[in-house]
């Protein structure tokens, strides 16, 4: 019949309650309609999809053996906790995901009991869990912890100082490696579930106990031969000689998506009490179970509203090139006159477009792995040896290297190029990755050039600028998504450092803007003028050094000044303000009203959705020039007559 479930099964288990009642026969019909529920959701909402289909069976065998909520599961970066929101009673709302006032495509502590700790930037599972741990033995508990971390974010060195801090403890603390790229040790079939499930067990844990006390009883020297043959021993069977190593104890790998194969080790190590970390090796593959995503490069890591039975994906047809593409195009230009242009990338090569500069110059492209921290000081090293690195990475994701790029990059004035994607709201990804902070963070480091692209035009020509600015480090900042439409020069042209331009000119109201508000900005002018107000309208360009004369000149020549910025307050009105108190200037008159971020978390929703909450929207700069003037929304006449 048509109206019958395609997942009865998953129909009966809204929360792990229910399904810890199954029968473990019934797990696997569980995780086939597990995928088909995450497909069809994902296809009406967009999002990511490749991880999640990785990890539907890992899901599964985590929420029956271990006690959820009560067993505190930690997703890292957790773009792959689709299936988990299915299953901890989330379903009836997750064909909401990213939208506005729906789920978060990532865990959120406010959202569910089962989401204990937030996350969507990588490498924070195991020191969160490693806190939870500790804090559990403090209170006297029994729960279990279990961290789930990918073999990207394991490049990352935060990952490594948890594990070296968790290793030299006695808490007990579970880590899943969920290796679905980099494959460290591949599994060997029924041969390597078997010698892991007996390496878990709670009967091998004890002849092991038992063997390292006699060994401790032991001559030093006996001592040592015995602990050395233990371990190679180990190592031929399982080959987690690094973790081991870390402190943990290393069980895998494992099949990921073999549910035979992971509820006996997952129970073999819920029940064993033996002290110290474990960590279970589980090797999976993106886009599992749905052939689109399998053939395709990515993996449908992060897809837009798709067709189930063709996976072919509903993209609109752009009106303007992305930023992205444009910043790759500009920086392709600029290294084909320059050999010592370099570009590094934490990750993220295509999110930054250094996938197409890569395929340009192949050997003067970095992809580090998650490890912005190293990414920054790698530059350095690149600068002080006279090269051109420019580091690619998203403004939300700079926020992990902050130490780097004022110990190492801006107190040694060395010219590192930073180059801040998704600079300013992000839509649907949220709070976790907007772009809100980095005029703030860097502006305030002495000599630090700090750019904002109004228009994909400037964007070149910020680029060819950060090329030339060789004394001093350098940030140009432009938002995700496509530009405005405006002619492209066929190179950039380096700007005068630190000068701002006039857009359009006016008596009345002057508006100052830096970055993408440039547009909403001239628009708020033509509905001004309509009301006659005459407006000017200027692109600061810079932050820093900020153009004090035309600032100067803005505020001495108007009745209003307003500032604008897609970035948090302390950042580029703070710099404004600062400048006009120390030339006096405020106490002239002039009435100046800055219009930045508020101080509050945005939540995801549309671009457009967002502006107008953040109160950044054209209507929103009309709105604020009226008010400063004394006049309602309505009419242009003072609202007290």
Request: negative net charge; proline residues 5%; contains cysteine.
């Amino acid at each position: 019949m048509s109206g019958e479930s395609k997942t009865p099964l998953l129909d009966q288990v809204p929360t792990p309650a229910e399904l810890r009642e199954l029968n473990e026969s019934q797990l696997r019909q569980l995780a086939d309609e597990l995928r088909i529920e995450m497909i069809d959701a994902v296809s009406h909402t967009g999002g990511h999809l490749g991880a999640g289909l990785g990890v539907v069976e890992l899901t599964v065998a985590l929420h029956y053996v271990f006690n959820t909520p009560d067993d505190k599961l930690i997703w890292d970066v957790s773009h792959q906790c689709y299936p988990h929101k299915i299953l901890t009673g989330r379903r009836d709302r997750i064909r909401t995901l990213r939208q506005t006032g729906g789920l978060s495509g990532f865990t959120n502590r406010t959202e569910s009991e089962y989401d204990p700790f937030g996350a969507a930037h990588s490498s924070t599972s195991i020191s969160a869990g490693l806190g939870y741990a500790v804090a559990r033995d403090y209170k006297g508990a029994r729960n279990h912890v279990i961290s789930v971390i990918g073999d990207g974010a394991m490049s990352a060195g935060m990952a490594y100082e948890a594990m070296n801090n968790a290793g030299a403890r006695d808490t007990r603390l579970v880590v899943i490696l969920n290796d679905n790229d980099m494959s460290i040790a591949p599994p060997a079939g029924a041969m390597s579930s078997y010698l892991s499930q007996i390496v878990s067990s709670k009967s091998f844990q004890s002849v092991r106990h038992w063997g390292k006390h006699l060994a401790e009883r032991l001559p030093r020297g006996l001592q040592a031969t015995a602990k050395r043959a233990e371990e190679y021993a180990r190592t031929l069977v399982t080959g987690g000689t690094l973790f081991e190593e870390l402190g943990f104890f290393y069980i895998g790998p494992l099949d990921g998506h073999n549910l035979e194969h992971l509820i006996p080790v997952l129970k073999n190590v819920r029940d064993t009490d033996f002290a110290g970390p474990v960590l279970i090796h589980a090797v999976t593959q993106k886009g599992k179970g749905y052939a689109p995503a399998e053939a395709a490069a990515d993996k449908y890591h992060g897809v837009a509203k798709f067709d189930v039975i063709t996976g072919k994906q509903a993209k609109p047809q752009p009106k303007a090139p992305a930023y992205t593409s444009v910043f790759a195009d500009a920086l392709i230009k600029e290294a084909e006159d320059n050999d010592k242009v370099v570009a590094v990338t934490a990750a993220m090569p295509s999110g930054t477009g250094l996938n197409k500069f890569g395929d340009r110059f192949p050997d003067r492209t970095f992809d580090v792995g998650i490890a912005e921290q190293h990414a920054v000081t790698f530059c350095a090293g690149l600068a002080c040896e006279g090269f051109v690195p420019f580091a690619a990475i998203y403004s939300t994701f700079l926020q992990r290297a902050y130490d780097q790029v004022v110990h190492d990059v801006a107190i040694q004035k060395l010219p590192v190029r930073f180059v801040l994607d998704r600079a300013g709201m992000v839509g649907a990804d949220g709070v976790t990755h907007q772009g809100s902070y980095d005029i703030a963070y860097l502006g305030c480091l002495p000599d630090f050039v700090l750019m904002g692209a109004s228009d994909e035009a400037e964007l070149m020509h910020m680029v060819a600028t950060q090329v030339a600015i060789d004394d001093r480090p350098s940030a140009l900042r432009y938002p995700r998504g496509e530009g405005i439409g405006v002619p492209l020069p066929e190179r950039g042209t380096p700007l005068q450092i630190g000068k701002g331009r006039i857009v359009k000119e006016g008596t009345k109201v002057a508006i100052l803007s830096y970055g993408t508000r440039l547009k909403d900005a001239l628009t708020a002018a033509d509905e001004l003028a309509a009301k006659g107000l005459s407006t000017t309208v200027a692109d600061a360009r810079f932050a820093k050094p900020l153009d004090e004369d035309l600032l100067r000149r803005l505020a001495s020549e108007h009745e209003v000044l307003i500032t604008i910025e897609e970035g948090a307050v302390g950042g580029f009105a703070s710099y404004c303000f600062h400048s006009l108190a120390r030339q006096g200037i405020l106490e002239s008159g002039v009435k100046v009203r800055p219009m930045c971020l508020p101080d509050r978390f945005i939540d995801h929703g549309k671009p457009d959705e967002q502006m107008a909450w953040a109160g950044l929207a054209a209507s929103d700069i009309v709105a604020t020039a009226l008010t400063a003037l004394g006049y309602n929304d309505t009419e242009v006449r003072p609202a007290r007559a």
